[in-house]
């Protein structure tokens, strides 16, 4: 089967499912695992030079809120008919993040020539792991799906159970810099799991701008930074957004050393697979328990 992925969290899928050679077409972003995407051809661009914008810049070019207002991402839709691909994986839960769904619909209309098209949109963690068993049902592997899962599932377990009964810290997930924003979608039980407890967002909640007095206020005792599509790095050349704020050596969290910069593009920003890897970290962040791999200097490190 000829796939084309418009989505990260959707290539991530595929590659689990064991189905990276179908893969015939792909977006600039889509980057795991690297030996076995990196040769598909790419059919989308970003309209912004976010290496060179800031937080802020960002913020305001996709219309001042990191969920919503203009893509980021370009369609090349001559690339994508030349593909001929009898499916397109893409997403309507966040224009920013992804091709927008209305575009990706008028381009397969063109195409004319029976184009599937399946649109994801978790908002929980369980609405992620139920996306395997939608895109392998399609697919045709739907017992490989099932299997894979409920391997997962397995793995969430295993976080939850390594720790059982500790003391639950109060966690603030920041997903944005500049202005601030909350983590929310999957990533408040990814904390549930790993034995905290999330402030700010709910499960499942479509986030909106915090102040910065909402975050003084909940005195978190772990800051987690993690924002959408950017790299550690990149997060820590930014880190004088959050340090330079009023009252910030007061918090809890930054009294007791326990601010930490994460991988969120790789475990949390994602609705894909590596979701349980990142519970698997914060279990590790929160508790220095194992579940699961050592956890590496580049999924998470103090800020």
Same mark, same amino acid.
């Given at each position: 089967?000829?796939?084309?992925?418009? +989505?990260? *969290?959707?290539?991530?899928?595929?590659?689990?499912?064991?189905?990276?050679? &179908?893969?015939?077409?792909? %977006?600039? #972003?889509?980057?795991?695992?690297?030996?076995?995407? *990196?040769? $598909?051809?790419? $059919?989308?661009?970003?309209?912004?030079?976010?290496?060179?914008?800031?937080?802020?810049?960002?913020?305001?070019?996709?219309?001042?809120?990191?969920?919503?207002?203009?893509?980021?991402?370009?369609?090349?839709t001559e690339a994508l008919s030349a593909l001929s691909?009898?499916?397109?994986?893409?997403?309507? +839960?966040?224009?920013?993040c992804a091709v927008s769904y209305e575009r990706v619909g008028r381009a397969v209309?063109?195409?004319?020539?029976?184009?599937?098209?399946?649109?994801?949109?978790?908002? %929980?963690?369980?609405? /992620?792991?139920?996306?395997?068993?939608?895109?392998?049902?399609?697919?045709? $592997?739907?017992?490989?799906? &099932?299997?894979?899962? *409920?391997? +997962?599932?397995?793995?969430?377990? =295993? /976080?939850?159970?390594?720790?059982?009964?500790?003391?639950?810290?109060?966690?603030?997930?920041?997903? @944005?810099?500049?202005?601030?924003?909350?983590?929310?979608?999957?990533?408040? #039980? &990814?904390?549930?799991?790993?034995?905290?407890?999330?402030?700010? *967002?709910?499960?499942?909640?479509?986030?909106?701008?915090?102040? @910065?007095?909402?975050?003084?206020?909940?005195?978190?005792?772990?800051?987690? /930074?993690?924002?959408?599509?950017?790299?550690?790095? =990149?997060?820590?050349?930014?880190?004088?957004?959050?340090?330079?704020?009023?009252?910030?050596?007061?918090?809890?969290?930054?009294?007791?050393?326990?601010?930490?910069? +994460?991988?969120?593009?790789?475990?949390?920003?994602?609705?894909?697979?590596?979701?349980?890897?990142?519970?698997?970290?914060?279990?590790? $962040?929160?508790?220095?328990?194992?579940?699961?791999?050592?956890?590496?200097?580049? #999924?998470?490190?103090?800020?």
């Amino acid at each position: 089967m000829r796939i084309v992925s418009l +989505l990260p *969290a959707a290539t991530d899928i595929v590659a689990e499912l064991g189905l990276s050679t &179908q893969l015939v077409g792909r %977006t600039h #972003e889509c980057d795991w695992p690297p030996g076995e995407v *990196a040769s $598909v051809p790419v $059919v989308t661009g970003a309209d912004l030079d976010q290496d060179r914008l800031t937080s802020r810049e960002i913020s305001d070019a996709v219309g001042g809120s990191a969920h919503s207002g203009s893509s980021l991402y370009t369609l090349d839709t001559e690339a994508l008919s030349a593909l001929s691909p009898e499916v397109v994986l893409t997403q309507d +839960l966040c224009d920013v993040c992804a091709v927008s769904y209305e575009r990706v619909g008028r381009a397969v209309r063109l195409l004319n020539s029976g184009t599937r098209v399946l649109s994801l949109e978790p908002r %929980t963690l369980d609405d /992620v792991l139920d996306c395997l068993v939608t895109v392998g049902t399609l697919l045709g $592997v739907r017992d490989r799906a &099932q299997q894979r899962r *409920a391997g +997962l599932s397995d793995r969430l377990d =295993r /976080v939850r159970a390594s720790v059982a009964g500790r003391t639950r810290p109060r966690v603030v997930a920041i997903e @944005w810099l500049d202005p601030l924003w909350p983590a929310g979608h999957w990533v408040p #039980e &990814q904390v549930t799991a790993a034995g905290g407890e999330p402030l700010l *967002a709910a499960p499942g909640e479509h986030t909106k701008p915090m102040t @910065w007095e909402a975050v003084r206020s909940a005195r978190p005792d772990v800051v987690l /930074v993690l924002p959408c599509g950017f790299p550690p790095d =990149r997060t820590v050349r930014e880190r004088e957004l959050l340090t330079s704020l009023p009252g910030w050596q007061d918090l809890p969290a930054v009294r007791s050393e326990r601010v930490w910069v +994460l991988d969120g593009p790789s475990y949390f920003n994602r609705p894909g697979p590596r979701v349980v890897r990142g519970a698997e970290v914060l279990a590790h $962040v929160l508790h220095g328990a194992r579940a699961g791999e050592p956890v590496t200097p580049a #999924e998470a490190r103090r800020l």
